[in-house]
């Protein structure tokens, strides 16, 4: 494996490690009833990650153009590789999820107290700070995988989450993809990444957060448990691992998609 495909892969895992921990900070936020403050932080974490995947595409766009002078390189197969880090970021940060979500809850705690995000930054990165990470270090235990029964959480809400995720998993690298394939129209087949993620994104908003929004407001009011939450997050990640493997088999059709796109008149 290349650098260059190395340094690609890392920065894919550390988008889907850094939206798959989103989950915990919405969980601090419910634990310790400053939900608001917790969805700033989401909002903050899940804004750098989804800027950060952007920059994907110059990268990947450096493979494709090795692949086309001709550098003997497996471009699908790379694709590939590059995947699979998404799908190993979203598993760190399921394993990592009860660490994960007593951090979550000092950061909440601490920029109520700071009052601003840039703060909390400067105040959180530090050596000393970052010793004590271990100091909230939690194991994940079997016991939380018997908890998370599909009973109560609608199928099909786990199901288009997949879906969603799988779609804007491969969307920049479809996109990408397809300017291989179709190296005379390489410039649309580029553009067109935006649109496939700006659907996905879309759908996410109108069928996946509301229900998400309706149980955090049930939690809060007391109508049902914490734990219904935890459950809940923790099939919503699960179908986010899911949905970065679907990405695999999305690829293929996805690039022809584009493709076909990019062809009308």
Not at 38 to 47: I, K, P
Not at 107 to 115: F, I, P, T
Not at 160 to 168: A, E, F, Q
Request: net charge positive.
């Amino acid at each position: 494996m290349s650098g260059q495909l190395l340094l690609i892969c890392l920065l894919t895992l550390l988008v889907h490690a850094a939206e798959t921990s989103s989950y915990a900070i919405r969980l601090a936020g419910i634990r310790s009833r400053k939900l608001a403050v917790a969805l700033s932080l989401t909002g903050m974490v899940l804004l750098v990650a989804r800027t950060s995947n952007l920059f994907q595409s110059k990268y990947v766009g450096e493979l494709v153009d090795q692949a086309k002078g001709g550098g003997g390189a497996d471009l699908g197969g790379q694709i590939h590789i590059i995947l699979g880090g998404a799908a190993l970021g979203t598993l760190t940060a399921i394993l990592l999820f009860p660490t994960l979500s007593f951090l979550s809850m000092r950061l909440v705690a601490r920029l109520e107290a700071l009052g601003s995000i840039p703060a909390l930054m400067r105040e959180s990165v530090s050596v000393d700070k970052l010793k004590m990470v271990g100091h909230y270090a939690r194991l994940p235990r079997l016991r939380m995988l018997s908890r998370l029964r599909i009973g109560g959480i609608p199928k099909r809400l786990l199901l288009l989450n997949t879906l969603i995720t799988g779609i804007y998993t491969v969307g920049v690298l479809s996109a990408m993809y397809a300017a291989y394939l179709a190296p005379a129209a390489a410039t649309e087949a580029v553009g067109s990444s935006g649109i496939i993620n700006g659907i996905a994104t879309i759908l996410l908003t109108l069928f996946v957060d509301p229900r998400v929004a309706l149980l955090t407001d049930k939690v809060m009011g007391g109508q049902t448990s914490e734990a219904e939450m935890q459950r809940m997050f923790g099939l919503l990640m699960l179908s986010r691992l899911a949905g970065t493997l679907l990405a695999h088999l999305l690829l293929w059709p996805g690039a022809q998609l584009v493709v076909w796109y990019i062809s009308l008149d």
